[in-house]
């Protein structure tokens, strides 16, 4: 037989097949081979030792590829179990996939792992690498499989044969003595598995159902190259500083409380000041914009629920009630009543498109081991809108809105975008509501507005939701860290559902598009982010405090409190240390709380009406006059960054 | 037996009892005894035909008293009973109070009231009020009482003598025919009810219970003298006009939606823009006062909502939900929350006062019944701050307090205020929480701080929340009617219940008195109140549109466009009117959307540089230059009215 690969640059290989892929890579480039770690056909990734039996788009991954890291990372996940067996037979293995930058195993043993259990897998990971084992595959029947496991002791691998479909193939991969329940892809051997770090042990259920077997989950980094290792653990440690937790105390600016209820936060004063900064300008770029901002409540009535069809999909991560033989729902989104409000007039075609923007605090249930700080959380403010509008006017509002997101998160002192554009699987087909046209149009819509804008979007198959297409920004941090920020979601669900109406030009009328956008995401995982992103040490129009005024001993504090008059009165928010304390001790308390200007005054300033400046960025700048000092201020106040 | 009345002027009278009251009223004065309705001893009611048995505070009211309306008003529901019982023999009676400003009484008939039926009911009450009849009481026995409302199948008042504790008197009036179960007082006879009027038919439950029978409720109102009803009735009329559910929907403010729920507020675009403006003056006016504000959930763990004690006395008004075997409650009020932001940091006495506030969104269930569009509702943000002080700065945060209420809400246009100190009844002490000693230092501070601005108190005795004494402010708006705002409450209780602490100066640890309150109250009933005061005319600060510029016909419309750029790069919020229509249309939409400035272009202004101004107030002002006006508009904010 004869098998066509379409190569990346379009031209077609034609090979006697079945060949394996190994050998295909060659046929294309001995030189790529080499580098060869797995290779993509039709956008599925397979390992080299598989055996290629039809053609398709073809392209061989070596190590510049992002998808085979994501093979590293899972491989080194088997070497890890596999030296985990070796030194404790009793081990019985759960789940082990590739996360982000690395991996993780759930294991079961008798006691828990320590440091020095974590050294020794590590070490005997090394020399099993070293011996450069070959990853084999191997299909079983379903009985077969669940005998091997069986007989092994292995009852997680039999419970989750069982949970597979019954469509699914059964493989299975050797790895030495180390055999695993697994689809693959692996790299060929682990003469590749040079790089890699164990960093921590956590609890997790089995399924993460917690009335299940509480597991020990074994996590792990994996890269190509040891200087990517070595900057990966650098950025950690980076990361470590920057805790926004640690800061976010330490700064006053939130927390959270126990008492309260895990996930819910509470934004202290310092805080408060911040998120209302981001706040202001957030309404007043909205404002600019031409959008309408509204509030609307947080509970509202089932039957609502019922219509938008969360009940049908989402009713596990909301909270509700009944009260008076009602069933109330704590809004895990906007979306409803913003359509209620859009709903509340006739409108237009004139009046289109039509933006509704709302600072929306949402609630949703997430597993209590999925909480992290207030960049995962139960209960977060949302910066929503919902756009109306023709279908002739989609790509242009969706071109406006990736312009806006970056030049909202620009201001708010991020340079560097990422695109995903997640589009259906057409193979798919009956999971999406709306037309093979409309779809095709909506996701043409979108491209064209990121091509309109320049920005390069990754196409993302299949992962669209089943309401729409949608384009997801990241962001890049000072660390160099992505983190998903904005997302753009088309909706052709919502309209028909509240038979949402506009009247058109021709008097007939007809459902407007729906467009879900938050460019921040919500407020309190952008604060999170934003908090690491500056280490705590915001630009000066979002510091809580700006200025403090230190004076060097009590003589001069009503000289200190002019200073602090005056600047507050131009628009600073600035504050007096008034404390009895050396004016050394109170610079480096102001240091502490990342204050960025400290005016410090004495006789000499007060004979002269000055103030010395001490910097967060430049230390020392020595006597200057207040009005300069608060004209400067308020100029970089205004430039944002 | 002699009995002592002491009356107000704290002379003392001796006279031989037990005599009528009318008779006390005589020997007190005969040309006050004329013109009495009822007597007040040691602080109760009671009727003219009564026996005094024994001395004490003596009273005489007339018609110029408080307390006498509400005799009057209770008396006109009887007469109108009676007069129901002559049209309708087949009436059954329940309920029939007086209320603020009249009385109702709900009835039970075969069918419903017409408003024919209302005019011959007012009528035969006429007749009967000519004839001067007496209220006369009698006192029964429960069986007897039973027996005598069986017989006449007044099945309600059988019920209710159920209901009654078993140390209670029962006693009836006889009016003519009409006889009721009541405690009293009432007038003397119906020569006194001259001035009423039956106002309006709505459905009532008995006892409030949705699951018992369905009643009539007649609402009537009625005063001593003619001019006072007809007062009453222009009031009504000023205030239909005035009603703030027409109008928020009528100028696209606000709304409820039932398919979201009763009780729960949408803001519209124009309303947002005005409470976002109520919103920062109060948040400046906070900081410049040395608040600290916060954000806090909306959802907290039941745990909280059992230390405070709500869960003991408030569990009714309570949303409460069950998540992983947690009960959540929506919250009701803000202070746990405040209480744990307080405790995050261990404060010492120089922390104090510490004021924290926050613009807290909670929800209570209230029966839907009760609900009445902004100004009972089920979902509302308090404008809410706790004061955490020693004993020492109570009564100076008081006055701070009772004076920053003032001037917020001078600034939004109220000036007229009144005061109620509500203290404890010392009769029953066991009821409130905290010492003799610390309520009557408590109840001193707040009377001192009122006294130290000049504000005269009315004293609510046994009328404080159990958790201490509390002062409250009415406004009067514009149409004279007294709403309630501000609640300055002190509060033993919590700082124990949850163990709040600060080191005090001697190291020790003691408890802060903490202080709640309320400034405006609620922004959706402080919303309410504004837009009924105003008629939706709002002062500019406050519009939600400042300017509406209109062009003439359509080659005005980029100047038009021009002049409305440049009055916003003000800060001032205009519109341009766009549409396809005479300026006349224009003009009249404008008004009616109540928008206080129009500006008019057209091709004298373009060439001139000009715009023709016309204002809501003073109607057409002729051409003035942009900047004169722009000049004239911000001064105008800046002042606010």
Redesign the interface.
Known sequence: MKIALTLPDDEVLELDGPLPAAAAARAVSEGLARRAVAVRLDGRVIDLHSELRAGGRFEVLTDNDEDSLQVLRHSTAHLMAYAVQELFPEARFAFGPDVENGFYYDILVGRPFTPDDLARIEARMKELARAKLPFVKTIMSREEAKRFFAERGQGFKVEHIDDLPDAAEISIYELGDFVDLCEGPHVPDTGLLKAFKLMSVAGAYWKGDEKREQLQRIYGTSWFKAKDLEAHLTMLAEAEKRDHRRLGQQLGLF?I?E???AG??????K???L??QIENHW?AEHRRRDY??????????G??WRTSGHFDFYADNM???D??G?T?V?KPMNC??HI??FQ?ELHSYRDLPLR?AELG?V?R?ER?GTLHGLLRVR?FTQDDAHIFCTPAQLAGEVTKLIDFSQELQRDLGFNEFQAELSVRDPANGDKYIGSDGEWEEAEAALKSAADEVGLAVKRMEGEAVFYGPKIDLKLRDAIGRLWQTTTIQFDFNLGRRFNVQYVDEDGQHRHPYIIHRALLGSLERFVGILTEHFAGEFPLWLAPVQVAVLPVSAPFRDYGGQVTERLRSAGLRAELDTRDEKVGYKIRQAELQKVPYMLIVGSREMEQGTVSLRSKKQGDEGAVGLEDFIARALDEVSRKH
């Open positions: 927390g409380k008492d309260a209820g819910l936060v509470f934004w202290y004063p805080g408060t000041v998120r209302e309404k309408q901002l509204i509030v609307t409540p947080h509970i509202f009535r039957e609502l909270y509700t009630f009260q008076d009602q109330y704590v409803p009543g209620l409000v509340n509704l605090t609630y249930y209590s209960g």
